[in-house]
């Protein structure tokens, strides 16, 4: 059974910085890409950022571009998403998702695995 677990989320200003982390079980880990969502209420999951199978392709939002990074260590079974420069609009839960193949995608419906989810509330 595949198992992801998110952790890192919480309440920053706006400008701060948090690193989210999900742990991955339950399948061999590096052989497949990782992704991240965001939901704030009221509005669609919206695609954050992927991560191919070893780290060598990174896919972000248009929204996250510049400010957020993501890097997965195989070693730990766990991916990182780096979040910067954040902004209020950035208040949402985020998820961590993984899909069935070994290269990063942007649409939601590409993943079969996802996490409960951490909260991320940026304050003005």
């Known amino acids: 059974q595949v198992q992801l677990v998110e952790s890192g989320g919480g309440l920053v200003q706006a400008g701060g910085s948090l690193r989210l982390s999900c742990v991955v079980s339950?399948?061999?880990?590096?052989?497949?890409?990782m992704g991240w969502f965001r939901q704030a209420p009221g509005k669609e999951r919206e695609f954050v950022a992927a991560i191919n199978w070893n780290g060598g392709t990174t896919l972000y939002g248009d929204s996250v571009k510049g400010r957020f990074t993501l890097s997965r260590d195989n070693a730990k079974n766990t991916v990182y998403l780096q979040m910067n420069s954040l902004k209020p609009e950035g208040t949402a839960v985020y998820y961590c998702?993984?899909?069935?193949?070994?290269?990063?995608?942007?649409?939601?419906?590409?993943?079969?695995?996802w996490g409960q989810g951490t909260q991320v509330t940026v304050s003005s």
């Open positions: 339950g399948r061999t880990f590096s052989n497949y890409a």
């Open positions: 998702a993984a899909p069935r193949t070994s290269w990063a995608h942007t649409r939601a419906h590409e993943y079969d695995y």
